[in-house]
C-alpha cells in the first residue's frame, strides 16, 4: 500500500492504516528501539516499547505526513526507548557522549534550545557524507564503533576519528552561538 | 554547561541512513500487541483486585461486629461498601434492602452443591449471589482463588427475545470477598445487565444452567484456571416486579441533546463526535437508561448522579442494544453503588449537559 494511502486510512482511525505502516516500518522502528534498550531489557519488553511507537503513530495520525514518515518514527522510537532507558536509571554506552559548553542554562532555556536545535543540524549537515552517517549511527541510533565499522567497512580507528570530528564541529558551533 | 549529544541530536529528523535490521523482536508479536491495544473494548472489569479484598473484609469486620443479624442485606451491603469504597446511606441501605429477593436453592452434581441464594436486582442490573460448597470437604479459599463458571447459559422468554424487548446484554462474574476461606464453600457472584430484564412477561420464569466450575489464581497472562467439575447446576426463579420494590424516575420532559461518539464500521474503535437527541432517561436504583434517536452504535463517557446532599455517584460501565427497528440505542450504565431516586437533584452528562429531576 503507497504511504499516502495507508496516512489517508490512518488518518481516518482505520486499522488497516496501521496495519500497512506496521508491515513497512517494524524492522525499522525495532532496530531503533532495540539498539538503544539491548543492554537494559529482554527483547519481549523491548516489543512493548516498539508497539508504544506505533500506538503513537494511531493517537497522532495528523501529524504523520507522506514522506516524512519514517524520520518521524525514527524520532519517536528514539524518545520513547531513551525515556524507557532513563526510567531504568541507565545511559546509553557511547564515546564521550556529554559535551562541556561553557555558560549555565538560562531562564528563556526553551527559546534557546530552538535555536541551539538549528545549530545542531546544522553542525550535523556540514559534516561531509560518510562522516554524517557515522556520527549518526553512533550518537542518534546508538551502534556500536564495532559495529560500525563492520556496517560501513571501515577500521574502527577511522570511525572514532569520524566521531572526534564530529564532536568538535558540533562543539565549536554550540560554543560559538554561546558566546 | 553540559550537554549529552546524544540528547542534542533529538531535533534531528533522519531518513537517510539505512539501518541494518537485526533486532532479536518479533514483528508478528508486536503487530498482535498493537493490533489487540487499539481495539481492545472498553469492558468492565469482572474481578475485583486484592486491595478492594483487603478494603472488602475490613468493613465487613468493622460491619459484622455491630450486626447482630447476618442476611443476605447485610452481604449485599458490604459487597456495595467494598465496591464503592464507603459505607451505605441510611438512603442507600434502605433502597438494597427493597431490591433483594431470596431464592435459596440447592443443586448438587459432581461433588459440588450450588446454592443460588438470592437476588439483587433493579429490573436491568441484576446480581446473583450464590455459594459453591465442596462435598469431599476440599477447601475452597475465595479470598486466594477466584471462583466462576466458564459455561453458564440463560433461558428466557422466547417470544420476548424475538421482539428484543428482553434479553441479556452483558453478564460477568464478580471476585468476592470469602467469608471463611478456609472452609469448603466459596461464594459466586453473577452480575447480569440486559433489556428490561425483569419486566419480562409477568411471571416468566428464568432458566439459569451453569457447566463448568473453574478456580483461578493470578490476573491476565499469568492467570492459571483449574476446572473443578463439570457438571449441570440448573436453577430456575422469576424475577416478579411486586416482590422486588422497583422504582423508576423518568427524568425527561423533552428531548435533550447531547455529545456523544460514533464506532469505526465494525470495529470498536472510536469514530467521530456527534450530538445526539436522548428522548428517555430513566432512573434506577442500580442502573440508568438512556434513550437516542440515532441510526448506529454510540459510545457516551460515563454519567454521574449528583444527590441533593452534594454526593456524586458515577457509572462504572455500560451496554448499549439497538432497538429492533434500528431507530434508536438504548444504553445502560450502571452503577456501583445503590441510588436513592428520592435524594436525586441531578445528572451530569459529557459536556456539562445537567438534566435535573421533574418537581413532583
Redesign the interface.
Known amino acids: 500500500m503507497r504511504e499516502e494511502l495507508f496516512l489517508r486510512k490512518l488518518k ?4 488497516l492504516g ?2 500497512a505502516l ?1 508491515e513497512c516500518y ?3 522502528v ?6 538503544i534498550l ?1 543492554f537494559a531489557m529482554t ?2 519488553d ?3 516499547v ?2 508504544d511507537v ?2 503513537a503513530a ?1 493517537n497522532q495520525a495528523n501529524d504523520l505526513k507522506a514522506g ?1 514518515v ?3 518514527l ?2 519517536v522510537a ?2 520513547k526507548a ?1 525515556n524507557k532507558l532513563r526510567e531504568m536509571g541507565q545511559d ?1 554506552p ?1 564515546e ?10 538560562s531562564p528563556e532555556e526553551s527559546m534557546e534550545r530552538t535555536e ?2 538549528a545549530l ?2 546544522q553542525a ?1 549537515d556540514s559534516l561531509p557524507k560518510q562522516d554524517r ?1 557515522v556520527f ?2 553512533h ?4 551502534q556500536t564503533v564495532r559495529e560500525i565499522s563492520s ?1 560501513m567497512n571501515l577500521n574502527e580507528s577511522t570511525v572514532k576519528t569520524k566521531l572526534r570530528r564530529g ?1 568538535v564541529r ?1 562543539k565549536e558551533l ?1 560554543r560559538g552561538w554561546d558566546a | ?17 539505512e ?9 508478528r ?3 498482535e ?3 489487540n ?3 481492545k473494548k472498553d469492558t468492565k472489569p469482572k474481578r475485583i483486585g486484592f486491595r478492594v479484598l483487603v478494603a472488602a473484609a475490613v468493613i465487613a469486620a468493622v460491619a459484622l461486629s455491630t450486626m447482630a443479624v447476618y442476611n443476605y442485606g447485610g452481604w449485599f451491603q458490604n459487597f456495595f461498601a467494598a465496591k464503592n469504597d464507603d459505607y451505605l446511606s441510611e438512603d442507600q441501605l434502605a433502597v438494597l434492602e427493597g431490591s433483594i429477593i431470596e431464592i435459596n436453592q440447592s443443586v448438587t452434581d459432581s461433588g459440588y452443591t450450588i446454592t443460588l441464594e438470592s437476588v439483587v436486582s433493579d429490573g436491568l442490573n441484576t446480581y446473583l449471589k450464590m455459594t459453591a460448597t465442596a462435598l469431599d470437604g476440599r477447601v475452597l479459599d475465595g479470598d486466594y482463588y477466584f471462583f466462576e463458571f466458564d459455561s453458564f447459559r440463560f433461558d428466557i422468554p422466547q417470544k420476548q427475545l424475538e421482539e428484543g424487548m428482553c434479553g441479556v446484554t452483558s453478564a460477568g462474574w464478580e471476585h468476592v470477598m470469602d467469608e471463611d476461606p478456609a472452609d469448603n464453600a466459596a461464594p459466586l457472584l453473577l452480575e447480569i445487565s440486559g433489556n428490561n430484564v425483569a419486566s419480562c412477561e409477568p411471571g416468566a420464569a428464568w432458566t439459569l444452567t451453569l457447566g463448568k466450575l473453574v478456580e483461578s489464581r493470578g490476573t491476565g497472562t499469568e492467570a492459571v484456571h483449574d476446572v473443578l467439575a463439570e457438571g449441570k447446576w440448573a436453577f430456575e426463579f422469576t424475577l416478579l416486579e411486586e416482590n422486588m420494590g422497583l422504582q423508576e424516575l423518568d427524568m425527561l420532559t423533552e428531548p435533550v441533546t447531547i455529545r456523544a461518539q460514533t464506532y ?1 464500521k465494525n ?1 470498536s ?3 467521530k463526535t456527534v450530538e445526539v437527541s436522548m428522548t428517555s432517561l430513566v432512573l434506577r436504583t442500580l442502573s440508568v437508561t438512556c434513550t437516542y434517536v440515532y441510526e448506529e452504535e454510540l459510545w457516551v463517557d460515563p454519567v454521574t448522579v449528583v444527590l441533593k446532599d452534594g454526593t456524586v455517584i458515577k457509572t462504572k460501565f455500560s451496554t448499549a442494544s439497538m432497538s429492533p427497528d434500528q431507530a434508536m440505542i438504548q444504553q445502560t450504565f450502571n452503577f456501583n453503588t445503590p441510588v436513592p431516586l428520592d435524594q436525586v437533584d441531578y445528572m451530569e452528562f459529557p459536556g456539562g449537559v445537567k438534566v435535573y429531576t421533574r418537581e413532583p
Open positions: 481516518k482511525a482505520d486499522p496501521l496495519q506496521m517494524i524492522p525499522y525495532s532496530a531503533i528501539v532495540w539498539n539491548r527483547p519481549e523491548a516489543e512493548e516498539v508497539s506505533f500506538l494511531w516524512s519514517k524520520a518521524w525514527g524520532a528514539r524518545h531513551k546509553l557511547l564521550e557522549d556529554v559535551l562541556e559548553i561553557p555558560g549555565e542554562n541551539e536545535a545542531v543540524r550535523v552517517e549518526l549511527r550518537y542518534y541510533y546508538a556496517y564532536r558540533l554550540l | 554547561m553540559k550537554r549529552r549529544i546524544s540528547d542534542s541530536l533529538d531535533c534531528i529528523d533522519d531518513a537517510d541512513v539501518i541494518e535490521y537485526s533486532a532479536p523482536l518479533s514483528p508479536r508486536i503487530e500487541l498493537t493490533m491495544r487499539i481495539t469505526l470495529s474503535v472510536r469514530d
